[in-house]
């Protein structure tokens, strides 16, 4: 498990993270693994990956071998 923390600047409003979809930034992830479900705050959903700067969210990606 890998937990990131990091602190933004108040003029933001949201940050955007995500595993990256570009095989040559991420080529191991690529041919190993494809995510299968996602999770915001405990809660499954579909969409990836925003949060609102000033508060706390826990993002959990289950990944499946290919």
């Known amino acids: 498990m890998v937990n990131i923390f990091v602190d933004v600047s108040k ?3 949201t940050l955007d ?6 095989p040559y930034y ?3 992830f690529h041919t190993r693994y494809t995510v299968s479900k996602m999770f915001k705050n405990s809660e499954q959903t579909t969409g ?4 609102d700067i ?12 290919k």
Do not use: H, V
């Not at 000033?54 to 959990?60: E, S």
């Open 48 to 51: 990836c990956c925003f949060t």
């Open 26 to 28: 991420n080529p191991k």
């Open 17 to 22: 993270s995500f595993i990256s979809p570009n």
């Open 11 to 13: 003029k933001y409003g």
């Open 54 to 65: 000033g508060k706390k969210t826990r993002w959990d990606f289950e990944l499946a071998p």
